[in-house]
Structure formats: C-alpha cells, structure tokens
C-alpha cells in the first residue's frame, strides 16, 4: 500500500503561482507512473497533468501546456506540479495519483493509489 499526501495548496490571485508537493509513503515511488487531476465543483475529475518513473517523459492536459510543470524527485519521494500564470478556471481540488506500472497516464482509473486532494482557489 501507498500513502500519498498533496500540499501546497491555497488561494492565490490571478496571475499568480503556486507549487504543489505529493509526497509518498513507500521508495518504491521511484518505479511509478505519477499523475495530477483535478476536480472543480460540479464537474467531473480531469487530468492536468503526469510524469514517468524516472521523469524522462511527462504528459500535459492542454488545457494547463506551457503554464504548468511537473516534476519528481524520486530520493525525496516527492511528486510536483509547478503552477505558474494561474487562471480562476483553475480552481479545483488537485489530487496526486499513482501507478506502479506504465499506463495511459491520462485515465483516472488507471492509477491505484490517490491522495486526499488540496484546495487550489484563484481569485480574478
């Protein structure tokens, strides 16, 4: 079992940035597929964005391309989402999500492992 545990969450202006952290429970971390969604209310839960094992390949929704950066630090067993020129459309609950095994990183029910969810709330 993977504990993972997102922060970094807040409120923030447009314009604004903030990082996300997923942090995870167990080292075999470094051997899994990574992933951010969110969720808005009243909408489904998207993908936002996702990252290999070893950080060589990574996945954008197009929706956040060339605003958002995911990244990993597996000797830290730490996931980030970068979140930069933040838009009041953005405002979702984000939760990281994990696979053990190279998947279509953009389905949801393709990763095991989820964490609670950090509010993220962009004010115009």
């Known amino acids: 079992q993977v504990q993972l545990v997102e922060s970094g969450g807040g409120l923030v202006q447009a314009g604004g940035s903030l990082r996300l952290s997923c942090a995870a429970s167990?080292?075999?971390?470094?051997?899994?597929?990574m992933g951010w969604f969110r969720q808005a209310p009243g909408k489904e839960r998207e993908f936002v964005a996702a990252?290999?094992?070893?950080?060589?390949?990574?996945y954008y929704a197009d929706s956040v391309k060339g605003r958002f950066t995911i990244s990993r630090d597996n000797a830290k067993n730490t996931v980030y989402l970068q979140m930069n020129s933040l838009k009041p459309e953005d405002t979702a609950v984000y939760y990281c999500?994990?696979?053990?095994?190279?998947?279509?990183?953009?389905?949801?029910?393709?990763?095991?492992?989820w964490g609670q969810g950090t509010q993220v709330t962009v004010s115009s």
């Open positions: 999500a994990g696979s053990p095994s190279a998947v279509q990183a953009v389905y949801s029910s393709n990763y095991n492992y």
């Open positions: 167990r080292r075999t971390f470094s051997s899994y597929t």
């Open positions: 990252i290999s094992w070893n950080g060589g390949v990574t």
